[in-house]
């Protein structure tokens, strides 16, 4: 039986909608925000009570185990174990290791995340389902954050989820975005009817005192006793309930509080858990019985519950020191019984007192066998078991190990406070350097790479004769992060160090030096070295590594070796469930989609990493993101979008990023035919000492020289990319460098003819229509109209496929130039579909099942099947065999023209 709720229809009304939106089949949230005592829990009880015939899942967050991963995912999910099987194994294995349930399996937080989602699902197709998180500013991190990455991908699911925080208390749900409602005091009516369910009446002499007390809390206004006496030092409502809650508790039996503090230093409100634990310290289930019959505790659906959380509190108050270690001794004896090595770990640890090496040493064991490092728990594990360690140098190097658990886990913040603690505790250079790796994995994450650069340089230094090999791995990673920062002082000083330290990798430290520095110069002397760091990584199995063989086959226009690797580290993050590796990835994955014409591809790609990378914190990455987006609309020529996603990169000085987003502004300008425009804004990029990445843009600078009539101003960008395009030796470059050649000329049929015969061999579609556009423009100019409608089609029908609108129109203009009436054009079905519609479809034409899709896409196999109930009538499709054909033959801009 619920409680009438006094004055909450607000809040009751919104929660009924929710759960009526899940019923017809779509998933909502929201946050309940109050200040302790203020209903949010009897809100949620309420929320149930209104669930019906709803499977109903809830957790709470506590306090004490707010340090323990995932023990907020375990109460939540602790019933439904025995549907993992249902999952794919490795979100199976990920969630076990993450309930403790598995050891040797891998609790990588995505991987989590996405077995929750999934799990979830599939209860949800059974029956709709809600989830309750109680207390949620309590919340384990690990928990939270698996819950929040479910939540944001729900969609069509038969989902709810209702969330109740504290206002005062930070809460990882502050900044998710969610649908919030402020759950306030209740009205003056309101609440003296509230009063009027309290067991004793209330004299009216004394209603007035309460309710000004009460300042409309209903726990308070329920609670606060009735003594008549004067406060002149009003204390808090929070500070009274507490003292009532905590005179209750002494007034029990000694073995009911026995009982009950069990009950509050668990893990798990699992009674079979609890009770097994108090057995052990001679308390029976009937001792239960008075803190019932005081409404302190209560046992729903096999979980004990307390009233509210300050019950807890005060049993963990009036607790003496020794009753509180027994009840964790107690508690880890039943986790060890039941097989559950990180429970019982944890529960030994909480019962040391000082050091004790063989409590952190069962931690230690519990991190390596549950979680393989790479996990939060993995890294809780190794914090606590530092706690307990005396000698110093063993606790450092265990902080270290928790540091770098942590960044692999994606706790980017946690990681850097883990790594500056194990740095008060290390003396050898040699861990001080790991501890060094971590903070500048951060720090470069963070965008903040030139801090990163010093830290690698000087650990490199502090090393470089005890482990000369390890000091050339340093060195190089310090190249990397001033390459990043665009410093080519500081990559010179790090080569130069390399040489004079005499570290095996020097030679790879001078190459990426050389590297940068010729690219910013816009030199073709950046060819020979790129080749000598692909050829001496090649074979390499390490993710960082492959991905810089992949950038660094882009640098060297190889589209189809840097897709390859990019494409295979996308399949192998997706397959492992690791988000962070993807954001990495998804760059890459998407440059090279852009640049070999799979443009919806390369959208769908770039907005998935954009998505991961806010949920990772890897700012970097999103950056580069926004300017592939960016070329792609200034391709179709939607300006608003283009300025939108240019305008950070743009007011963050001379890098990369910059130079992409002046590209992409520029591309934009000649589409429109704004030639003043781009030429301006090129030359000015162009000018400046620091130039990473403007190679692509030379040929944008020659084309508006020649428009603005200034082909002099053109003439060195052409050469530079001549010499360029001739020592990469790709096809495609050495046509539009022949292109450019041909602008400038003037008069120069047999350049384009040669151009066009060369882009015809692979690479950039986009280019190749530009080259044929020009050529066309060319030969309608010399009069020769047969033969400019011939090349003014094929430019037309590319640029077509790429939904190009501006190019579309001056191709269109040149062939009613040259006599011709042309039809607008057909965008195509699979054009009209969303990004997620888009990514969702090429898989499913593949032969993927839905579940196979979400796992991949980070979705669960209902919202994939929604994507595909919604891309169907798009695409006149009613199968997915009629998809396959559909995606094989549409003229879509994912098509590889030209190949």
């Known amino acids: 039986m619920v409680s009438v709720l006094h004055g909450r229809m607000e809040e009751i009304t919104r929660t009924a909608a929710l759960l009526d939106q899940a019923?017809?089949?779509?998933?909502?949230?929201?946050?309940?925000?109050?200040?302790?005592?203020?209903?949010?829990?009897?809100?949620?009880?309420?929320?149930?009570?209104?669930?019906?015939?709803?499977?109903?899942?809830?957790?709470?967050g506590i306090e004490s185990e707010a340090g323990f991963p995932y023990a907020g995912l375990h109460l939540l999910l602790g019933r439904e174990t025995d549907r993992l099987d249902a999952l794919p194994v490795p979100q199976a294995r990920a969630l076990r290791a993450a309930l403790g349930q598995e050891a040797g399996g891998d609790a990588n937080g995505f991987l989590v995340g996405l077995a929750v989602l999934t799990l979830l699902a599939e209860l949800a197709e059974e029956r709709p389902l809600l989830c309750l998180v109680d207390d949620a500013h309590w919340l384990d991190a690990a928990s939270a954050e698996a819950l929040l990455f479910a939540v944001r991908r729900l969609?069509?699911?038969?989902?709810?989820?209702?969330?109740?925080?504290?206002?005062?208390?930070?809460?990882?749900?502050?900044?998710?975005?969610?649908?919030?409602?402020?759950?306030?005091?209740?009205?003056?009516?309101?609440?003296?009817?509230?009063?009027g369910q309290r067991p004793e009446p209330v004299p009216g002499y004394l209603l007035s005192d309460l309710l000004t007390e009460a300042q409309g809390n209903p726990l308070a206004l329920l609670e606060l006793p009735l003594d008549g006496e004067p406060r002149r030092v009003p204390s808090s409502r929070y500070q009274r309930l507490h003292q009532v809650f905590a005179e209750r508790v002494r007034r029990l039996p000694e073995a009911t509080r026995r009982l009950l503090g069990v009950v509050a230093d668990a893990s798990t409100?699992?009674?079979?858990?609890?009770?097994?634990?108090?057995?052990?310290?001679?308390?029976?289930?009937?001792?239960?019985?008075?803190?019932?019959?005081?409404?302190?505790?209560?046992?729903?659906?096999?979980?004990?519950?307390?009233?509210?959380?300050?019950?807890?509190?005060?049993?963990?108050?009036?607790?003496?020191?020794g009753i509180r270690m027994a009840a964790h001794e107690a508690l880890a004896a039943v986790y060890a019984a039941r097989g559950d090595v990180c429970s019982y770990a944890w529960h030994r640890s909480v019962s040391a007192v000082g050091p004790d090496e063989d409590a952190a040493a069962a931690l230690e064991t519990a991190a390596r066998s549950g979680s393989s490092r790479v996990s939060a728990v993995a890294s809780?594990?190794?914090?606590?078991?530092?706690?307990?360690?005396?000698?110093?140098?063993?606790?450092?190097?265990?902080?270290?190990?928790?540091?770098?658990?942590?960044?692999?886990?994606?706790?980017?913040?946690?990681?850097?406070?883990?790594?500056?603690?194990?740095?008060?505790?290390?003396?050898d250079p040699v861990q001080l350097a790991d501890i060094a790796l971590v903070r500048a994995t951060v720090l470069d994450s963070r965008d903040r790479p030139k801090e990163a650069h010093r830290l690698l340089s000087d650990a490199a230094v502090a090393v470089a004769s005890l482990d000369p090999r390890r000091a050339g791995?340093?060195?190089?990673?310090?190249?990397?992060?001033?390459?990043?920062?665009?410093?080519?002082?500081?990559?010179?000083?790090?080569?130069?160090?390399?040489?004079?330290?005499?570290?095996?990798?020097?030679?790879?430290?001078?190459?990426?030096?050389?590297?940068?520095a010729a690219q910013h110069a816009l030199s073709d002397a950046s060819v020979a070295p790129l080749r000598v760091l692909v050829e001496a990584t090649t074979g390499c199995a390490q993710h960082l590594e492959l991905l810089d063989i992949g950038w660094w086959h882009l640098m060297l226009a190889d589209l189809d070796d840097a897709h390859d690797v990019a494409a295979r580290l996308a399949d192998t993050a997706r397959q492992q469930g690791a988000a962070g590796l993807l954001a990495s990835v998804l760059p890459l994955l998407a440059r090279t989609q852009l640049m070999s014409g799979r443009h919806d591809d390369a959208e769908a790609s770039a907005t998935e990493g954009l998505r991961i990378a806010a949920d990772t914190g890897q700012r970097r990455h999103a950056v580069y993101l926004n300017t592939v987006l960016a070329a792609l609309a200034a391709v179709t020529g939607d300006e608003e979008r283009c300025v939108e996603l240019t305008a950070e990169p743009v007011t963050r000085g001379v890098t990369p990023g910059n130079v992409h987003a002046a590209g992409a502004l520029s591309l934009l300008d000649l589409g429109l035919g704004r030639y003043e425009s781009a030429f301006a804004r090129l030359s000015g990029v162009l000018a400046a000492p620091r130039r990473g990445g403007a190679m692509a843009s030379l040929p944008d600078l020659v084309e508006a020289a020649v428009r603005?009539?200034?082909?002099?101003?053109?003439?060195?960008a052409a050469r530079r990319y001549a010499e360029w395009a001739a020592h990469v030796r790709q096809p495609w470059t050495r046509a539009v460098a022949l292109r450019c050649q041909a602008l400038l000329?003037?008069?120069?049929?047999?350049?384009?003819?040669?151009?066009?015969?060369?882009?015809?061999?692979?690479?950039?579609?986009?280019?190749?229509?530009?080259?044929?556009?020009?050529?066309?423009?060319?030969?309608?100019?010399?009069?020769?109209?047969?033969?400019?409608?011939?090349?003014?089609?094929?430019?037309?029908?590319?640029f077509d496929r790429l939904q190009a609108r501006p190019w579309s129109a001056r191709a269109r203009a040149e062939l009613r130039a040259a006599g011709e009436s042309v039809r607008a054009a057909d965008t195509g079905a699979v054009q009209r579909l969303t990004p997620q519609e888009h990514q969702v479809v090429q898989l499913a034409a593949r032969g993927l099942?839905?579940?196979?899709?979400?796992?991949?896409?980070?979705?669960?196999?209902?919202?994939?099947?929604?994507?595909?109930?919604?891309?169907?009538?798009?695409?006149?499709?009613?199968?997915?065999?009629?998809?396959?054909?559909?995606?094989?033959?549409?003229?879509?801009?994912?098509?590889?023209?030209?190949?």
């Open 849 to 899: 099942s839905n579940r196979e899709i979400g796992a991949q896409l980070f979705l669960s196999p209902r919202t994939v099947g929604y994507h595909l109930y919604k891309a169907y009538p798009k695409l006149g499709v009613g199968s997915r065999s009629e998809l396959a054909s559909l995606v094989a033959d549409q003229p879509d801009r994912s098509a590889r023209v030209g190949a």
């Open 745 to 798: 000329d003037g008069n120069a049929d047999d350049q384009y003819a040669q151009a066009v015969a060369l882009h015809r061999q692979g690479g950039p579609p986009f280019e190749r229509a530009r080259t044929e556009l020009l050529h066309g423009e060319w030969l309608r100019r010399a009069r020769r109209i047969t033969e400019a409608r011939i090349v003014l089609h094929s430019a037309l029908e590319i």
């Open 708 to 716: 603005v009539d200034r082909p002099a101003d053109g003439l060195p």
């Open 473 to 516: 791995h340093l060195l190089f990673r310090a190249g990397r992060a001033a390459a990043h920062a665009d410093d080519l002082g500081a990559l010179d000083r790090t080569a130069a160090r390399a040489e004079e330290l005499g570290v095996p990798s020097a030679h790879l430290v001078t190459a990426l030096s050389r590297v940068i």
């Open 23 to 60: 019923r017809s089949g779509r998933s909502g949230a929201l946050v309940l925000r109050g200040e302790a005592g203020i209903g949010k829990s009897a809100l949620l009880d309420h929320a149930a009570h209104l669930a019906g015939d709803m499977r109903v899942l809830r957790t709470d």
């Open 155 to 195: 969609d069509a699911e038969a989902i709810a989820v209702v969330v109740a925080v504290r206002a005062d208390e930070p809460s990882p749900f502050d900044q998710a975005g969610l649908p919030e409602l402020p759950v306030g005091p209740l009205g003056e009516a309101a609440a003296a009817a509230l009063v």
């Open 269 to 321: 409100a699992d009674a079979a858990v609890v009770l097994a634990a108090a057995e052990r310290l001679g308390c029976t289930r009937g001792d239960l019985a008075p803190a019932e019959q005081a409404q302190l505790v209560r046992l729903v659906d096999g979980r004990l519950v307390f009233r509210h959380p300050l019950v807890r509190t005060a049993l963990r108050e009036t607790a003496e020191a």
């Open 380 to 427: 809780a594990m190794y914090e606590r078991a530092a706690a307990l360690t005396a000698d110093r140098a063993r606790r450092g190097q265990r902080l270290t190990v928790a540091a770098e658990a942590a960044a692999d886990a994606g706790q980017l913040d946690r990681a850097a406070a883990l790594a500056d603690q194990a740095a008060d505790y290390v003396a």
